[in-house]
């Protein structure tokens, strides 16, 4: 549980190098998945307060195990994705400038280009935005719910993050520090897709041919990039 939660802080501790989050607009999970453990950043605590010993340990159903502080309001929309992913170890979610731009807009991020497809495998997809009952029933838990109908037809290990209508984004991956990884990709692409449609407003998606390649290159059991060493 120390390693689990040292290496939530310091995932958190990126978003704030990275300039990633405003304020406490952020948190970064972890999960033990032979426990069923979640530990994430507790709630409304500023950044440079936190030390490893305040990330809170959560059980799958949402309910505190052990702390003071309570657990992050977005702790619902984890433990969901969490269930719901089970290759995910580490999830992110901030409202960094250009992605939330993007889910602010309501509108997916195309793969204009190579960047984006090392990172994606297809577009950056966007989640609908509730309903008022579904507000009014369970916000966070319900924000999981419309990311897992997203999710129905696509690889949560080939598109690691979503855009969540009027809302924000959401990356995961492996550990809770490759999430934060794509959650520094995906503010890149967002910006640089913002800066190509304003450059070009009829650009097109590249090439799946190229897509295909360059995601490919990078992951799966025939990945050429890299020493080879993870």
Same mark, same amino acid.
């Given at each position: 549980?120390?390693?689990?939660?040292?290496?939530? *802080?310091?995932? $958190?501790?990126?978003?704030?190098?990275?300039?990633?989050?405003?304020?406490?607009?952020?948190?970064?999970?972890?999960?033990?998945?032979?426990?069923?453990?979640? =530990?994430?950043?507790?709630? &409304?605590?500023?950044?440079?307060?936190?030390?490893?010993? #305040?990330?809170?340990? /959560?059980?799958?159903? %949402?309910?505190?195990?052990?702390? %003071?502080?309570?657990?992050?309001?977005?702790?619902?929309? #984890?433990?969901?994705?969490?269930?719901?992913?089970?290759?995910?170890? %580490?999830?992110? #979610?901030?409202?960094?400038? *250009?992605?939330?731009?993007?889910?602010?807009?309501?509108?997916?991020?195309?793969?204009?280009?190579?960047?984006?497809?090392?990172?994606?495998?297809?577009?950056?997809?966007?989640?609908?935005?509730?309903?008022?009952? @579904?507000?009014?029933?369970? *916000? @966070?838990? $319900?924000?999981?719910?419309?990311?897992?109908?997203?999710? !129905?037809?696509?690889?949560?290990? @080939?598109?690691? !993050?979503?855009?969540?209508?009027?809302?924000?984004?959401?990356?995961? &991956?492996?550990?809770?520090?490759?999430?934060?990884?794509?959650?520094?990709?995906?503010?890149?692409?967002?910006?640089?897709?913002?800066?190509? =449609? $304003?450059?070009?407003?009829?650009? /097109?998606? /590249?090439?799946?041919?190229?897509?295909?390649? #360059?995601?490919?290159?990078?992951?799966?059991?025939?990945?050429?990039?890299?020493?080879?060493? @993870?």
């Amino acid at each position: 549980m120390d390693k689990l939660r040292k290496s939530v *802080y310091e995932a $958190n501790m990126v978003l704030v190098r990275e300039r990633l989050v405003t304020l406490t607009w952020g948190n970064v999970s972890g999960i033990d998945r032979t426990t069923g453990t979640v =530990v994430i950043k507790p709630s &409304g605590v500023p950044y440079e307060e936190l030390a490893p010993e #305040h990330m809170v340990a /959560v059980e799958l159903d %949402g309910r505190r195990i052990d702390g %003071g502080l309570k657990p992050s309001s977005d702790t619902p929309t #984890h433990v969901a994705l969490y269930k719901a992913f089970p290759e995910i170890g %580490g999830i992110c #979610h901030t409202h960094s400038p *250009y992605a939330t731009a993007f889910a602010q807009a309501c509108r997916e991020i195309p793969c204009f280009g190579t960047t984006h497809a090392d990172h994606f495998r297809g577009a950056v997809p966007l989640a609908r935005g509730l309903t008022p009952d @579904e507000v009014q029933e369970a *916000y @966070e838990a $319900n924000t999981g719910k419309v990311i897992i109908e997203r999710f !129905g037809k696509l690889n949560p290990s @080939e598109v690691p !993050g979503v855009l969540c209508a009027h809302h924000g984004p959401f990356t995961w &991956g492996r550990t809770p520090a490759q999430a934060v990884e794509n959650s520094i990709a995906l503010e890149v692409i967002a910006q640089m897709a913002l800066q190509t =449609v $304003n450059l070009e407003p009829h650009s /097109v998606p /590249v090439p799946q041919h190229i897509q295909d390649a #360059h995601f490919l290159r990078k992951h799966g059991p025939e990945a050429t990039y890299g020493q080879g060493l @993870e």
